[in-house]
């Protein structure tokens, strides 16, 4: 089973506009991270956040986590046509190494 | 440099047999992990490892076997008792202590049976 689900599955905007995409999961986590990955290739990490940090930023990139709803989003702000790619978030429940990811947000950004 | 190195890129299968996907890092990181990707989907936990000689179960481990006999080398055997094994097959490593640390992924291996 899938720790994490994602929404929306495929989001399409224009170059300049804001990405929003959603991660909720089942367990108690020490932290969660998203992950881009282009077509075909391996995934990259993006950002970390633990679990007693509510928001987290990296250049365009700005993460919040709720452990309340065991949900997180990441917002891509004023998006380029290079930003599509599949985003992923990721966790491990608390007191194991498993390591499981969602289901993925395909963003498409038109030029 | 360090990293994570799958081979090969591309792998072809006929029915029946068995092949092994490797997947070797240099990053002294204590676990390792194998996933499944299937065309527009995500990635799906096959087998996860943390120490040499131990490893555990994911979520779809039928028709898959793995070894760890040395920290750096976790080889995924996709066997013929695995019944629709055309995908691609991530392999990633992290470090585990204080919660964990960023996966790091090799580019994957695509698998198809002909």
């Known amino acids: 089973s899938q720790q994490g689900e994602e929404d929306p599955q495929a989001l399409s905007i224009q170059e300049g506009e804001n990405a929003t995409m959603n991660c909720s999961y089942k367990t108690s986590i020490n932290n969660l991270q998203w992950y881009r990955q282009n077509s075909g290739r391996g995934l990259v990490h993006l950002i970390l956040i633990r679990s007693n940090e509510r928001e987290k930023h990296s250049g365009r990139l700005r993460v919040t986590l709720d452990t309340s709803k065991k949900s997180s989003s990441l917002l891509i702000t004023a998006s380029r046509a290079a930003d599509t790619a599949s985003y992923f978030c990721a966790t491990g429940p608390s007191g194991t190494y498993k390591y499981i990811f969602g289901t993925g947000t395909r963003l498409k950004v038109l030029a | 440099d360090g990293g994570i190195t799958q081979s090969p890129k591309y792998l072809f299968r006929k029915e029946g047999q068995n092949v092994t996907l490797s997947c070797e890092q240099n990053l002294n990181h204590d676990a390792m992990y194998w996933y499944r990707q299937d065309p527009g989907q995500g990635l799906r936990l096959i087998y996860y490892s943390q120490i040499v000689n131990d490893f555990q179960k994911g979520d779809i481990a039928e028709g898959y076997s793995v070894s760890r006999e040395k920290k750096e080398s976790f080889p995924l055997t996709v066997t013929s008792a695995q019944k629709n094994p055309t995908a691609f097959y991530l392999c990633?490593?992290?470090?585990?202590?204080?919660?964990?640390?960023?996966?790091?992924f090799g580019q994957g291996t695509r698998l198809t049976v002909v």
């Open positions: 990633a490593s992290r470090l585990t202590g204080t919660g964990g640390t960023e996966a790091f």
